[in-house]
């Protein structure tokens, strides 16, 4: 989540005052305040961060704890601080500066948006919501975040603390569904305040509170700024009735395998032999189908001669 901790300017109506007519307006002005106290002070948050700091901590994020974000983040606006300066680099150089972050296409995709907001857009990110949704690599959520926490505009930012924190205090169930579903998207529309700036606010202070709060292991419901209102509290915390949550896995896995082989390519400074490769897992078909999903996927170019880089092109 990527809003700045101060609104760039007054909204001109509080949040949660009889002129909001949200059918979450009960809920907007105790979220907010507590959002204006107990935000953490995040470098994306802040002014100098810009729509483009802001679009790179989204593409970070996503499933990817803070602390991990943090160093990474950093080091990519200090060489990268604006999209043309990325642009200009060969995507594998997105791909090693990732790092560990894990999840590395959306290094290419970040590379790929950034390609495209200095060709269409003079290398400054658009704060139009089409058209930050028609840049590669970029779908509803990121779209509807950048445009928010970026340009202070309203739209509904549904990720999983958002979701989570809706499905409790308005819906009375302790988890959302496994994935995204029709009526979540009606719901987040239905709760957004009317004024544009207190909108986005509401965004960035409903995803801290999931953050920080309503957290999906030991929720801290005596910190809650609206325990006194959550359908879920309210109703005894009723046990998750629907599909098993679907936990997710790394040791053993093709991402770990994936992560193993990008790892030695991310330090070489030369195409890497198919022996380097070979020595960084044991079982050879799980090797194979990991590096032929690297390659397909666009992360790893195969070289005459059984040599791998990352890519050029």
Request: charged share 20%.
């Amino acid at each position: 989540m990527t809003a700045p901790t101060k609104p760039p300017h007054s909204t001109g109506t509080p949040a949660g005052s009889d002129s909001d007519s949200a059918p979450g307006a009960p809920l907007h002005s105790p979220v907010i305040a507590w959002f204006d106290t107990h935000a953490r002070d995040l470098p994306w948050r802040r002014p100098e961060a810009g729509a483009w700091g802001v679009m790179v901590s989204e593409f970070m994020l996503q499933q990817t704890p803070v602390n991990r974000v943090l160093p990474v983040y950093e080091q990519w606006l200090a060489r990268w601080p604006r999209p043309a300066d990325l642009a200009e680099e060969a995507p594998g150089e997105a791909v090693r500066a990732w790092g560990r972050l894990g999840y590395p296409r959306r290094a290419l995709r970040l590379h790929g948006a950034a390609v495209a907001i200095t060709e269409r857009h003079g290398g400054d990110v658009p704060a139009d919501h089409a058209q930050l949704l028609a840049l590669p690599g970029i779908g509803e959520y990121t779209a509807a975040a950048v445009a928010s926490f970026a340009y202070g505009q309203r739209h509904a930012v549904l990720d999983t603390n958002v979701r989570r924190v809706f499905a409790r205090a308005v819906t009375g169930e302790q988890f959302p569904p496994n994935a995204t579903t029709a009526a979540e998207r009606k719901l987040a529309r239905a709760l957004l305040p009317d004024e544009e700036r207190t909108a986005a606010r509401w965004a960035a202070a409903s995803m801290e509170l999931g953050a920080l709060v309503c957290t999906a292991k030991n929720e801290d419901c005596r910190r809650c700024p609206i325990a006194d209102r959550c359908a879920w509290l309210l109703a005894g915390k009723p046990e998750h009735a629907g599909p098993p949550r679907r936990a997710q896995t790394y040791a053993g896995t093709d991402r770990q395998v994936r992560g193993k082989l990008l790892a030695v390519l991310r330090e070489a400074q030369a195409p890497v032999p198919q022996a380097a490769l070979d020595r960084v897992w044991h079982e050879p078909v799980q090797r194979a189908r990991a590096l032929d999903g690297l390659v397909a996927d666009g992360l790893v170019e195969p070289l005459a001669g059984g040599l791998y880089r990352l890519p050029l092109a």
